[in-house]
C-alpha cells in the first residue's frame, strides 16, 4: 500500500509541475501579447511619428533679401553666396570608426582654421548627441564649398545662404543701414524696411537613407521660399558720393567732430543726399559702432542760432509787423534786456529789416520776435515743423524740443527769434527752408520712391505729400528776395557762384556743456536753395564743433558751395 501512495504521489506531483509550467507560460505569452497590442497598436502613433523623424529631416530655405537701388537703378545693396555649416551630433556621436574619427578631426580643424575660433568651440557645440540639428556657422565663404565637399561625412549638412553686401562701402551707409548675421536689419532701412526686404522662407523635407546621406523626393513635401521686395530710393550716387566727400574734407579742414548733410528737392520732398559724419562701412563689422552708425542728420538735435531768423522774419512778414524797409536800431551791437545782454558779432546802429537779415543781427530780430503774440509765434514755429517728427523712413529720428506757449515770455521768444532756447534737427531745419523755396507749403520729406517685386510689379509709389500751408506765395517770395540778399550783400558771401541765384543764411551757435552755454564750442552751419527764381535744390550743411574759426559763413558754407559747384557743373542734375 505505501508503494502506490508514493506513485500516486509522484505523478500528482509531475502533474502539478506540467501546470505551473503551462501557467507560467500562459502568462508570459499574455504579457508579451499585451506589450506587443500596447507597442504595435496603443503606441502604433508615436513610433511612427518617431521613426518618421529619424528618417526625415526639414530644412529651412531662406529666401534672397531683397535689394536696393539708388534713383537711376543702381544697385546699392545686393547679396552674395555664403555657406551655412551644420552637423547631425547623433551621427557625430556614433562615431567610432580609426577613419570616421580622422574625418570628424579634419573637419573641426578646417572650420577652426577659416574662422580662427578654437577647435572647442565646436567640439562643445556637437557634445549633446541627443540633438539632430546644430548650425555651427551661417556666413562661411562659398569659396570653401569644395574643401567641405571633399570630406565625404555623414551627419555634415552644408546649404547655400544669402549674405548682404553693400557694393560702395560707406557710401549712404547712414541711410542704408546693415543687418545681423540672422539676415535680420539692425539700423537704416534695413531695419526701418525689414518685413519688405526679408521675404517669406520656405523648407524642403529629405529623407535620410541606410547610409544616412540625405536625399531629396518628388514625393516629399516642400514649402517654397518667396525673395523679398526690392527698394528704389530717391538718393542719386553720384550726389551722394559728392557730398560725403565735400562733408569729409571739410571736417578735415576745420577739425570739426561730426557733421551732416542733406539735400533735398524743394518741391517734391524727394531726399537728394543724405550724409554723416563720422561714416562707416556695413561690410566691416568691427565699425559698425554706435558713435559711427548714428545718423547724426536726423538724429541730432542742436540750438540752431541764426539760421532760425528765417521763421522770425516769415511770421513777422506773414503777420503784417515787419516791412522789408522799416527801420531798427542795432543798439550799437549790444542790448541789455534783464540781466543779460543780446550781442551782435559786428556792431549795427539805425538799419533797415532787409539788412538786419543780411548782416544777421541778434538785436534787431530779438525786437522783431517780441512784436509776434506769443501763441501766434509758437503756432508759426509748429507750423514750420519744429518739434514735431517728419516721419522720414529712418529709425530714431529726434523730435527736437520748442518752448511751450505758456513758457513763452517776453525774454525767451527774444532769444527764440534769433535761434536760441529751441533745439532742432538739421532735416527739420531743411524742410522749412524748402517751404519758402516752394511759395510756401511745408513737405513730407521721403527716401523711397517706389517699392517692386521680383517679377516688376510696382507695390508702391511714393506722392509728393503736402503737410499744410505754413505762409503765402507773397510771403515766400519776399523771404527768398530778402535772403539772397544774405548771399550778395551780407555774411553767406563765400557761398556766391556766378551765374547762379542762391538764398541762404549763415549760422553759429553756442553748445550748451554741462547747462551751460559754451564759448570753446559752437554749431557751425549754412542752409539754403538754388536757383532763387526756380528752386530745385534745398540743402544745410552743418559741423559740430569746428575749432579755430567757427562761424558758419567761414566754415560751413564753403562746403555748401563746393558742393552746389558740383552740382551745376554737372549735367547728370540739370
Not at 558720393?241 to 565735400?246: L, Q
Request: net charge positive; proline share 4%.
Amino acid at each position: 500500500m505505501k508503494k502506490v501512495k508514493s506513485k500516486i504521489s509522484s505523478l500528482e506531483l509531475s502533474k502539478l509541475k506540467f501546470f505551473g509550467f503551462v501557467i507560467l507560460f500562459t502568462a508570459a505569452t499574455l504579457v508579451l501579447i499585451g506589450r506587443l497590442f500596447y507597442l504595435q497598436i496603443i503606441k502604433y502613433d508615436h513610433f511612427k511619428s518617431k521613426a518618421k523623424n529619424t528618417q526625415l529631416i526639414q530644412i529651412p530655405v531662406k529666401p534672397n533679401r531683397g535689394r536696393i537701388f539708388d534713383t537711376k537703378g543702381n544697385e546699392l545693396v545686393t547679396n552674395t553666396k555664403s555657406l551655412k555649416i551644420a552637423v547631425d551630433p547623433n551621427v557625430f556621436g556614433r562615431m567610432t570608426k580609426k577613419n570616421e574619427l580622422k574625418k570628424k578631426a579634419n573637419f573641426i580643424n578646417l572650420l577652426s582654421s577659416i574662422t580662427k575660433k578654437p577647435k572647442s568651440f565646436y567640439l562643445n557645440k556637437i557634445a549633446d548627441t541627443n540633438l539632430r540639428y546644430v548650425i555651427l556657422e551661417k556666413e562661411i565663404n562659398i569659396l570653401h564649398k569644395p574643401e567641405f565637399r571633399d570630406l565625404d561625412m555623414f551627419g555634415l549638412l552644408i546649404t547655400e545662404n544669402s549674405e548682404r553686401i553693400y557694393p560702395h562701402d560707406n557710401v549712404a551707409s547712414h541711410i542704408l543701414g546693415f543687418t545681423n548675421s540672422d539676415g535680420l536689419g539692425i539700423s537704416g532701412l534695413e531695419l526701418q524696411f525689414d518685413s519688405v526686404l526679408s521675404g517669406v522662407p520656405g523648407y524642403i523635407i529629405l529623407k535620410r537613407d541606410l547610409k544616412r546621406d540625405l536625399h531629396a523626393g518628388a514625393e516629399l513635401p516642400s514649402f517654397p521660399s518667396k525673395d523679398g521686395n526690392n527698394l528704389y530710393l530717391t538718393i542719386d550716387m553720384n550726389l551722394q558720393s559728392i557730398v560725403e566727400y565735400e562733408l569729409a574734407q571739410g571736417i578735415a579742414n576745420f577739425s570739426a567732430d561730426a557733421g551732416s548733410v542733406i539735400v533735398m528737392n524743394p518741391f517734391t520732398g524727394e531726399i537728394l543726399a543724405l550724409a554723416s559724419y563720422p561714416s562707416f562701412n556695413p561690410n566691416i563689422l568691427y565699425q559698425r559702432r554706435s558713435e559711427w552708425v548714428r545718423n547724426r542728420a536726423i538724429n541730432d538735435e542742436y540750438e540752431p542760432g541764426s539760421i532760425f531768423k528765417m521763421i522770425t522774419a516769415a511770421a513777422a512778414l506773414e503777420e503784417g509787423l515787419v516791412s522789408p524797409n522799416q527801420m531798427f536800431s542795432g543798439f550799437g551791437g549790444a542790448m541789455k534786456v534783464g540781466a543779460y545782454t543780446i550781442r551782435d558779432v559786428h556792431p549795427l546802429g539805425n538799419i533797415t529789416f532787409r539788412q538786419a537779415v543780411e548782416q544777421s543781427s541778434n538785436v534787431v530780430f530779438a525786437q522783431v520776435a517780441t512784436r509776434i503774440p506769443h501763441k501766434t509765434f509758437y503756432k508759426y514755429i509748429r507750423d514750420f515743423g519744429f518739434g514735431l517728427l517728419t516721419d522720414i523712413e529712418l529709425p530714431g529720428e529726434a523730435r527736437g524740443r520748442i518752448p511751450k506757449p505758456i513758457k513763452l515770455t517776453s525774454t525767451l521768444q527774444k532769444y527764440v527769434g534769433f535761434g536760441y532756447g529751441i533745439s532742432t534737427t538739421p532735416l527739420q531745419m531743411l524742410c522749412s527752408y524748402s517751404a519758402i523755396a516752394n511759395g510756401g507749403n511745408l513737405i513730407k520729406p521721403y527716401l523711397v520712391k517706389s517699392i517692386v517685386d521680383n517679377s516688376g510689379n510696382t507695390l508702391f509709389q511714393a506722392k509728393t505729400k503736402v503737410i499744410r500751408k505754413v505762409v503765402s506765395k507773397n510771403t515766400s517770395d519776399m523771404i527768398k528776395d530778402l535772403f539772397y540778399g544774405v548771399i550778395e550783400r551780407g555774411t553767406g558771401k563765400s557761398v556766391r557762384i556766378n551765374n547762379l541765384q542762391i538764398a541762404g543764411k549763415t549760422g553759429t551757435s553756442q553748445q550748451l556743456v554741462n547747462g551751460s552755454y559754451s564759448k570753446a564750442h559752437y554749431n557751425a552751419s549754412f542752409v539754403g536753395f538754388f536757383p532763387v527764381d526756380n528752386p530745385k535744390v534745398a540743402m544745410i550743411v552743418v559741423l559740430d564743433n569746428p575749432k579755430g574759426v567757427y562761424y558758419g559763413g567761414a566754415t560751413s558754407a564753403p562746403i555748401f558751395k563746393n558742393i552746389a559747384l558740383r552740382m551745376v557743373n554737372s549735367s547728370d542734375f540739370w
